[in-house]
């Protein structure tokens, strides 16, 4: 991994991959494919390492690619990211999200981040007992598609702790360029 260069753990590209391909079909997944970089094709088509850091841009380019080939727009990247976080806690990682209430996961949301991505930090406030505000920070190399990603992943993990009827408010960040996003969460 290049130092100082941001990078994505293979395990979120692995499930956001084969989340794309269960949501959208093969044709689409094959469709995709033709519209990335041959280093990350070739990588695709060998298997994410799910230990292995891969650089951000190619997080990027996956939800970019996924937009251009279905002509679909931010509710595609919500959609598959709901499908890949739901499919990586129920597996992997179900144990983090079986004895946590939504606030003791969101005071932990740095730790989780931090297993997922080189650059940036979460931080949690309470707001209440069914709400907290979040706010990312130093997430250098993202974008609007990357920021969608994450918060609806962190959705996901509110949902699968007990939340229900989770609502999200966006406060400030999380554009195209944006290092840092803030966000307030509901839930019943």
Same mark, same amino acid.
């Given at each position: 991994?290049?130092?100082?260069?941001?990078?994505?753990?293979?395990?979120?590209?692995?499930?956001?991959?084969?989340?794309?391909?269960?949501?959208?079909?093969?044709?689409?997944?094959?469709?995709? %494919?033709?519209?990335?970089?041959?280093? %990350?094709?070739?990588?695709?088509?060998?298997?994410?390492?799910?230990?292995?850091?891969?650089?951000?841009?190619?997080?990027?380019?996956?939800?970019?690619?996924?937009?251009?080939?279905?002509?679909?727009?931010?509710?595609?990247?919500?959609?598959?990211?709901?499908?890949?976080?739901?499919?990586?806690?129920?597996?992997?990682?179900?144990?983090?999200?079986?004895?946590?209430?939504?606030?003791?996961?969101?005071?932990?949301?740095?730790?989780?981040?931090?297993?997922?991505?080189?650059?940036?930090?979460?931080?949690?406030?309470?707001?209440?007992?069914?709400?907290?505000?979040?706010?990312?920070?130093?997430?250098?190399?993202?974008?609007?598609?990357?920021?969608?990603?994450?918060?609806?992943?962190?959705?996901?993990?509110?949902?699968?702790?007990?939340?229900?009827?989770?609502?999200?408010?966006?406060?400030?960040?999380?554009?195209?360029?944006?290092?840092?996003?803030?966000?307030?969460?509901?839930?019943?």
């Amino acid at each position: 991994m290049a130092a100082g260069l941001p990078h994505v753990k293979g395990l979120s590209l692995l499930f956001w991959w084969e989340s794309f391909g269960r949501l959208e079909g093969a044709a689409a997944a094959e469709a995709l %494919l033709r519209e990335l970089p041959p280093e %990350l094709v070739a990588t695709i088509r060998a298997g994410f390492q799910v230990h292995a850091w891969y650089p951000i841009e190619w997080f990027r380019a996956l939800c970019a690619g996924a937009r251009l080939v279905t002509g679909e727009g931010l509710g595609l990247i919500t959609r598959v990211a709901r499908t890949s976080a739901a499919s990586e806690f129920a597996g992997v990682h179900r144990v983090l999200v079986l004895f946590l209430s939504p606030q003791r996961l969101l005071r932990a949301a740095s730790r989780v981040f931090e297993r997922y991505y080189t650059e940036g930090q979460v931080t949690s406030t309470a707001r209440g007992k069914n709400g907290a505000e979040v706010r990312w920070s130093g997430c250098l190399g993202f974008d609007q598609n990357l920021w969608h990603d994450s918060w609806a992943a962190a959705v996901v993990l509110i949902e699968m702790c007990g939340g229900r009827d989770v609502l999200m408010e966006h406060m400030f960040g999380g554009q195209d360029g944006d290092a840092h996003a803030t966000v307030v969460f509901y839930w019943q």
